[in-house]
């Protein structure tokens, strides 16, 4: 296998990743209820997981691509999900005067 198809196999598995991420947030949004929020630990950890090792099986440089893609894929959503969900209101700063000692 050449390099360039084992970084194609890479973002595949990043790709994966990214569905799968979905699908198990899907999951326990249908179970837990809507105010469930995906978790680093075990949920992304799973995904990421499973994603290398499906990456794993393509080629072992796969894994390393499929850790980077994935990882830029994982800033990308968190970044879209904070635009969509996150507070749009905009806070204006508190001025807070220090009383003189005397």
């Known amino acids: 296998s050449s390099g360039i198809n084992a970084e194609y ?6 790709l994966f990743f990214m569905f799968l ?10 179970l837990m209820g809507k105010g469930f929020e995906l978790q680093l630990v ?7 997981v499973v994603s290398m ?3 794993g099986s393509i080629h072992r440089v796969s894994i390393t691509c499929c ?7 994982l800033y ?5 999900s904070q635009k ?6 905009s806070v ?6 220090k009383k003189k000692r005397r």
């Not at 991420?21 to 249908?30: C, F, K, P, S």
């Not at 204006?92 to 005067?97: C, G, I, L, N, Y």
């Open 42 to 48: 075990p949920e992304v950890a799973f995904s990421l």
């Open 67 to 73: 850790l980077i893609f994935s990882l830029v894929i």
């Open 9 to 14: 196999g890479g973002g595949i598995s990043s």
């Open 92 to 97: 204006a700063p508190v001025k807070v005067e």
């Open 21 to 30: 991420l979905t699908a198990v947030g899907n999951l326990e949004g249908i």
């Open 76 to 80: 990308v959503m968190n970044s879209i």
């Open 84 to 89: 969509t969900y996150g507070l749009s209101e």
């Open 53 to 55: 090792v499906v990456a």
